[in-house]
């Protein structure tokens, strides 16, 4: 399993977008995930702050249209 942030709830989300297949990842410096809008989210990679992935996850749902 790739690891694409040390957080493991975003990682855990990141690895169910990709397996649906409509999203894709970029990797670099940082990982950029595109949705099927063809919109681009960067992961954060070593996130530091508490609410990291209520943020992330909150920008996935707004990428969706949820």
Not at 1 to 17: G, T
């Amino acid at each position: 399993m790739k690891k694409y942030s040390k957080d493991k709830n975003i990682n855990a989300l990141v690895h169910q977008l990709l397996q649906r297949g409509e999203w894709d990842i970029r990797r670099g410096r940082h990982p950029v995930l595109t949705a099927p809008t063809g919109k681009r989210l960067t992961v954060p990679s070593t996130p530091s702050d508490h609410r990291a992935f209520l943020n992330f996850k909150l920008d996935v749902r707004r990428l969706q249209g949820l």
